[in-house]
Nanobody, 120 residues
Framework: QIQLVESGGGLVQAGGSLRLSCAAS????????MGWFRQAPGKEREFVAA????????DYADSVKGRFTISRDIPKNTVYLQMNRLKPEDTAVYYC?????????????WGQGTQVTVSS
């Protein structure tokens, strides 16, 4: 079992930055691929970014490439999402996810989500 707890969401102006954190508990954390998804009001949940358990490969949605960076700290059991040059359309609840496979398409575990609001 893996438990995921997100933090770092908040309100930011367009053009600003936020860093989301996802703390994971579970002995096999470093064997999972980790990802971030988001869900805006009235829309389906969508993929944002993912990273292999080795940390060597990352995958991004086209809408965030060049602006967001995913990283992980295995000793700290934490994955991060650095979000720069934020846009109002990035407003959503952001979810951390863990998957036994990469690319991360159907995660095995989900966090509870953290709200990100970008004002124009």
């Amino acid at each position: 079992q893996i438990q995921l707890v997100e933090s770092g969401g908040g309100l930011v102006q367009a053009g600003g930055s936020l860093r989301l954190s996802c703390a994971a508990s579970g002995r096999t954390f470093n064997t999972y691929a980790m990802g971030w998804f988001r869900q805006a009001p009235g829309k389906e949940r969508e993929f944002v970014a993912a990273i292999r358990w080795s940390g060597g490969s990352a995958d991004y949605a086209d809408s965030v490439k060049g602006r967001f960076t995913i990283s992980r700290d295995i000793p700290k059991n934490t994955v991060y999402l650095q979000m720069n040059r934020l846009k109002p359309e990035d407003t959503a609840v952001y979810y951390c996810a863990a998957s036994t496979r990469f690319p991360v398409i159907n995660p095995n575990y989900w966090g509870q989500g953290t709200q990100v609001t970008v004002s124009s």
